[in-house]
């Protein structure tokens, strides 16, 4: 099973950071202090606060139908802004289905980041990416063991905020012949 959020939503976060770039020679704790502060794409990702009903499809094969299921998630701010907690509740192929994930942005290492855990598996997956097209699209990316073959496998995920009721997530895996395969696309409005 792929993530169900980006959270979204970290995913569905904006702007760039605005302040400078730190001096050479800085006062570490002064620098520490600045790059803690949350900036412009925690603004941006604090518009995603709410609760977002969620339609999702999901492909197990290029060549199959996907499943579809339905859920709720919602998000709120953690840590004075600094993240988004968002947790997802509904069903997948007939059963209960929970999960929760964090979403940032890192100061220093100038990227959106986040986590995902949830009751089908016991795998933390951890996320990396940017943002483009002026905050509405945030790309992502991760490694994720393949359950058949436990071999390594690379995921994109991308997440786009369509307006200001919705927003659409989808999961992509790397192949072997070097071309991708979408296995999870969920649309959210918000409620």
Not at 50 to 57: E, P, Q, T
Not at 150 to 156: H, N
Request: proline share 6%; charged share 20%; net charge negative.
């Amino acid at each position: 099973m792929t993530r169900w959020t980006p959270i979204l939503v970290a995913v569905l976060t904006a702007g760039s950071w605005a302040a400078a770039e730190p001096p050479a020679a800085a006062d570490p704790m002064k620098l520490m202090l600045q790059l803690g502060q949350p900036g412009e794409h925690h603004a941006h990702m604090a518009k995603l606060v709410g609760k977002w009903s969620a339609r999702g499809k999901f492909w197990v094969a290029p060549d199959q139908p996907p499943s579809e299921s339905l859920g709720t998630m919602v998000i709120e701010p953690a840590l004075n802004g600094r993240f988004l907690r968002s947790e997802y509740t509904g069903e997948y192929l007939g059963t209960p289905f929970h999960g929760l994930g964090y979403d940032g942005y890192d100061n220093l290492k100038r990227k959106h980041v986040g986590m995902w855990v949830d009751d089908m598996g016991t795998t933390m997956m951890t996320f990396e990416g940017t943002c483009s097209d002026g905050g509405k699209i945030t790309t992502m990316h991760t490694t994720v063991d393949d359950p058949v073959s436990g071999d390594p496998m690379a995921m994109r995920t991308v997440a786009t905020v369509v307006d200001a009721r919705t927003l659409r997530y989808e999961t992509f895996v790397a192949l072997a012949d070097g071309s991708e395969f979408k296995t999870m696309e969920i649309v959210y409005t918000r409620q």
